[in-house]
């Protein structure tokens, strides 16, 4: 089973609207992290925001948010006044303990295209 | 600034010929990682290092090697490249093992293997 999902491939937002890209994941640790990435076409892995799974407080970083659900596996990424700069792909990962070498595992990520 | 660098950042090589892609983190962090990044597969890790002198396995170690000598540095070398291992690679640290500890990546290396 995938651990990380991310269902929606690509997504179109108008410049200065909010747009919520979708993740769930899957995991039976009580302990974990989960982060988003944004990857632009230059190809850098720039990280944005990130969840403890034991944060009760929906996790703020200027214009992203994480829309936490624990109950429903759900870290989705809300960017708030969409700029073209935003135009990217984006990964949802999330950070388990040692049976994963403690590596990020990367859901296939949602291309962004922000319409001027 | 609070960087992990990686050299070169494109590579053209032929099958066969060793080489070695630096990677180096002036954050002192204890926890460094290889991930390659193909189409269809998404990123997966390489190797993995705890600390100086502790490396281990990620999902597709074969046919690379690393070493953790300092702190600062976790090479990836190619000992024999081949054609499948044309991709791109990142190398990323975090602070520490915790999962709560964002990794942060380097700009990435292209490498084409012919």
């Known amino acids: 089973a995938q651990k990380i999902t991310q269902t929606q491939p690509g997504m179109f937002v108008q410049e200065k609207e909010a747009v919520t890209l979708d993740c769930t994941y899957d995991?039976?640790?009580?302990?974990?992290?989960l982060f988003w990435y944004k990857q632009p076409s230059s190809g850098e892995m720039i990280f944005l925001i990130y969840?403890?799974?034991?944060?009760?407080q929906n996790a703020t970083e200027g214009r992203y948010s994480l829309n936490f659900q624990k109950a429903r596996k759900s870290a989705n990424l809300v960017i708030s006044a969409s700029q073209l700069g935003d135009s990217a792909m984006y990964f949802c990962a999330m950070r388990e303990g040692l049976d994963s070498s403690y590596k990020l595992i990367f859901g296939s990520g949602t291309r962004l295209l922000v319409r001027p | 600034e609070a960087q992990v660098t990686q050299n070169p950042r494109y590579l053209i090589t032929v099958t066969g010929k060793k080489l070695t892609v630096t990677c180096s983190q002036n954050?002192?962090?204890?926890?460094m990682s290889w991930y390659r990044q193909d189409p269809g597969l998404g990123l997966r890790q390489i190797y993995y290092s705890m600390n100086v002198e502790v490396t281990d396995k990620g999902d597709v170690p074969e046919g690379y090697k690393v070493s953790r000598k300092e702190k600062r540095n976790f090479p990836l070398i190619l000992e024999s490249p081949s054609p499948n291992q044309t991709s791109l690679y990142f190398c990323?640290?975090?602070?520490?093992?915790?999962?709560?500890?964002?990794?942060?990546f380097g700009p990435g290396t292209r490498l084409t293997v012919l």
């Open positions: 954050m002192n962090h204890e926890y």
């Open positions: 969840q403890g799974s034991y944060d009760e």
């Open positions: 995991t039976s640790d009580q302990s974990y992290g």
């Open positions: 990323a640290s975090s602070y520490d093992y915790q999962v709560y500890n964002e990794q942060f």
